[in-house]
């Protein structure tokens, strides 16, 4: 059975421009997840869209990539250890444990850069992420 608080899914990062788009069935659920999570732990989305859409971006390439959702806005030395370990998995520990993002996907309601909304479409994130 899975956890809850985990997302679905595990895989690489947002650094690496060359990888290839994820998938749209990775994105879908990434993007559900953060929805739910979001209005789940009374976080919001940032004021800019596109650091949403990049941050679901990462997490989908690498729940493609390695199978599971790493934190897409840190390096690692080993992808596939980092994600057995589950430390980094979205939402990763300090964000169960504290509501700190540090990608600022989920911000808290006295955060200055959070906006108003826990929904974000598909479409946006495409757009957002073009190119
Ligand atoms: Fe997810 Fe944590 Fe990364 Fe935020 S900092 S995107 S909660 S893994």
Redesign the pocket.
């Known amino acids: 059975m899975t956890a809850p608080d985990a997302a679905p899914g595990p895989a690489p990062t947002p650094e690496s421009d060359a990888a290839p788009r994820p998938e749209s069935d990775s994105l879908e659920v990434i993007r559900k997840f953060a929805e739910t999570y979001a209005q789940r732990t009374g976080t919001y989305f940032c004021s800019d869209p596109g650091v949403t859409a990049v941050?679901l971006e990462g997490?989908a390439r690498h729940k493609d990539e390695l199978g599971g959702?790493l934190?897409?806005?840190r390096h690692y030395e080993d992808k596939q250890a980092e994600v057995a370990q589950a430390f980094?998995?979205?939402?990763?520990v300090?964000?169960r444990e504290r509501k700190?993002?540090?990608?600022m996907?989920?911000l808290t309601e006295d955060n200055p850069f959070r906006g108003e909304q826990q929904t974000i479409s598909l479409e946006e994130v495409r757009a957002l992420t073009a190119g």
């Open positions: 941050v997490l959702a934190c897409p806005c980094w998995n979205c939402p990763c300090p964000m700190e993002c540090h990608c996907l989920f």
